[in-house]
């Protein structure tokens, strides 16, 4: 399948399209915390890296193959392969963020997007003019559609779950080698037929690989710049600044509590500033109820799950993942925050990250030094437990002994 190809444009095409992926579906999962104006400009940006990356990882990977001498790029079926791309992104990403997203929903989207990658890339590859013509053998042309669809599935399952950090690293990688996989997959199908140039006439304007290779170089340089942009936190005192005077001390107490959930876990003194604290968040003047429901940010705006919905609550940097059994959801408190404002009764933090429902526990076993408790749902999920909290957790399942 490579025969002939450059290996280092080769292995740039795949980092140009994980780089892409990555992206655009972390662009695309910010919608979450945005207004509408926010969200649809999340989505544009989104829509524009992901079109971008695919796109150029096509060209990328075309200036790697061993193409016929003297071939050159006619300018509008190469410009409308990155219109197809752009639009059906687009059009995609828009439909899987109207509400909760069934799963025909996915599924249609993924065959549409599949559709658009497949079109851009043989729209793309019949714009190249020369003295041949290209044939395509129809069973790499199935395999190549159908692996466009699955990393199509993919990369929209990564923007409906809300991945973040290391998942949605591992996910944009699957995505980015599925992608590439997809492209020369569709080239090892394909070979050039010579004919001679009174054969085969240009039409059109047409660009040399040299020109198209400075088009590219840019491009590349952007879905970069997009990259490590992407990796700036993002700010997390916008809500602290528009706050109402009466919840700035109670704020500015969940902020430090957050704090020190860095410390040490073996730091004596930070485990007791944090019960201080969170003495004064439950029982001072201004103290904080035990909430019935807790806010998750989706593409429309922000809904409220039951606490009986709950299984676990996972920390997100600044902010939670909340699962209803189903899949995580953000919320925009932190686990300090969540563990502070939730019945102590029902929920427990079992490690620094992990806060579960206890009467959903369905299974708890010794892993390594600690523990693994399993979640009840539709989509059953582990949760670690940390090896200091182990004989509390079991206490209050009511087992007697205290190992595991």
């Known amino acids: 399948m490579f025969a002939g190809h450059d290996p280092i444009l080769i292995a740039l095409s795949v980092v140009i399209a994980i780089l892409g992926g990555y992206t655009g579906f972390g662009l695309a999962a910010r919608v979450r915390s945005t207004g509408i104006a926010g969200r649809r400009m999340f989505l544009a940006c989104a829509a524009f890296f992901l079109a971008v990356g695919v796109w150029t990882m096509h060209f990328v990977a075309m200036l790697a193959a061993p193409i016929p001498l003297h071939a050159t790029y006619l300018v509008l079926p190469t410009v409308v392969s990155f219109l197809i791309c752009a639009l059906v992104m687009g059009i995609s990403l828009f439909f899987v963020s109207l509400g909760e997203p069934s799963h025909m929903r996915l599924v249609v989207s993924a065959l549409l997007l599949g559709l658009g990658i497949a079109s851009m890339h043989y729209v793309g590859i019949h714009g190249l003019s020369g003295s041949f013509h290209i044939e395509h053998q129809r069973r790499m042309i199935m395999a190549s559609v159908a692996i466009a669809v699955g990393a199509a599935y993919g990369g929209l399952r990564i923007f409906v779950d809300r991945h973040g950090g290391m998942r949605l690293a591992l996910s944009a990688t699957a995505f980015g080698i599925a992608v590439s996989g997809m492209h020369f997959t569709a080239m090892h199908g394909m070979r050039f037929v010579p004919e001679t140039p009174f054969d085969h006439a240009a039409s059109g304007l047409a660009v040399s690989r040299e020109a198209l290779a400075l088009i590219v170089s840019p491009l590349c340089f952007l879905i970069v710049f997009g990259f490590l942009l992407l990796l700036v936190p993002e700010p997390v005192s916008r809500a602290l600044n528009s706050a109402p005077a009466g919840q700035a001390d109670t704020d500015a107490i969940y902020a430090q509590a957050a704090a020190l959930d860095g410390s040490t876990p073996d730091s004596a003194a930070a485990q007791m500033e944090q019960g201080r604290l969170r003495h004064r968040i439950e029982g001072g003047p201004s103290g904080v109820a035990a909430v019935t429901r807790v806010p998750v940010e989706g593409a429309d705006g922000t809904r409220f799950v039951e606490i009986g919905q709950i299984r676990s609550i996972k920390a997100n940097a600044h902010y939670t993942l909340v699962h209803d059994g189903r899949r995580e959801r953000m919320c ?12 102590r009764a029902t929920f427990m933090r ?20 600690g523990a693994v408790v399993e979640l009840d749902g539709e989509v059953p999920h582990l949760v670690p437990v940390s090896r200091a909290k182990i004989a509390e957790l079991r206490a209050r399942l009511g087992l007697v002994k205290r190992g595991v």
């Open 332 to 343: 925009p408190w932190a686990i300090s925050q969540a563990e502070a404002r939730l019945d």
């Open 350 to 369: 079992v490690h620094r990250s992990h806060i579960v429902s206890l009467p959903l526990v369905s299974l708890i076993r010794k892993e390594g030094d």
